[in-house]
Structures are given as structure tokens and as C-alpha cells.
């Protein structure tokens, strides 16, 4: 955004702001001062309060600096930079290591209430056998409770026969 559509914007939002204050103040001036004057001095009286206080808070807003204060920086002199070839790492023998990290080593038993995230253990993952038996189990259940609870009959066709009916005219049964 350029620096002149900024400065017309931050205008325009200070000449809105002016406006709603200056309705206002009229407003509440011609609600005040109704009981004693009559109607054609009473607009002219609530039209010069409200452009008094459009003027007054215009000029305020103009005085007030929203941009944000600079502060100096002091200039440095950053001197000469040399660009040097990085050393090239090399390694050796020497720098091997024997032992090599072998993560083959089983966890020590974490008790149940520990708050550790065990991945990969192995009584946590169940063998196909137990899969077997916790599916069979959860299909025995299932089939339970539609002997306790049989499926509501299928009433499908009858409608569709008597909907048939009523179209050709003939009296339902």
C-alpha cells in the first residue's frame, strides 16, 4: 500500500469518527434544549452545535500523529570481510567407533500407571487368534441383541401397492 492511499484512508476514518460524534452531540443537544425553544430556532441552534463539534473534532484528530516514532540508529562501520575457504572436515580412522549403538536391547518393564508411550510392544499387539475371538465375540453380540430386538417388518411393498392403487383409482383396502 502507498504512503498517499494510507494518508486518504486514515482522512476518511477521521472524517467518518467526526461525523458520528458531531450526529451525536446534535442529537443529544436537540433533545436537551426542545422544551424551551421553538422549531425553526431550534434547528438552526442543533445545526451550529453539531458543525462546532464536527470542526472541533476534526482539527483534534488532524493533531494527533498516528505514525509510529522513528529512532536513530547509530551508523557502524562493518570494516573489511576476507571471504576464507571453509575447511573441509574430513574424517579418519581415528574417528571411527568401535561400538557401534545397537538398539536391539528389550525396554525394562514400564508399570501400568506410567504415563510412557509404549510403541511396538509385544503383548500389546493382539495375535490373529485373539482377533479372531474378540470379532467372533463382537458378532455373537450383535446377533444377541437382534433375538432380544428383531427388526421392525418390512412394510415397504404395501405401500408401494397401496400407492399404486390410489393411482389407478382403485379403493384402498
Known sequence: M????????EIGIDGVASAALAVAVA????RWVERW????????????????ALGLTWLGLSWVDVRPREFPVEKFDLGVVHPSQPQELALT??????DALLLDEPLPMVSPDSRVVQLFVP??????????????????????RE??????????QALLDALADLRRGVNPR
Open 2 to 9: 502507498n504512503a498517499a492511499l494510507v494518508r486518504r484512508v
Open 27 to 30: 442529537f443529544a443537544t436537540a
Open 37 to 52: 425553544m421553538a422549531q425553526p430556532q431550534l434547528g438552526t441552534f442543533v445545526t451550529l452545535i453539531g458543525a462546532a
Open 93 to 98: 580412522d581415528a574417528d571411527r567407533i568401535d
Open 123 to 144: 503383548p500389546a499387539t493382539p495375535t490373529p487368534g485373539q482377533l479372531k475371538a474378540r470379532i467372533d465375540k463382537h458378532l455373537d453380540r450383535q446377533r444377541d
Open 147 to 156: 433375538a432380544l430386538d428383531p427388526p421392525a417388518p418390512d412394510d415397504s
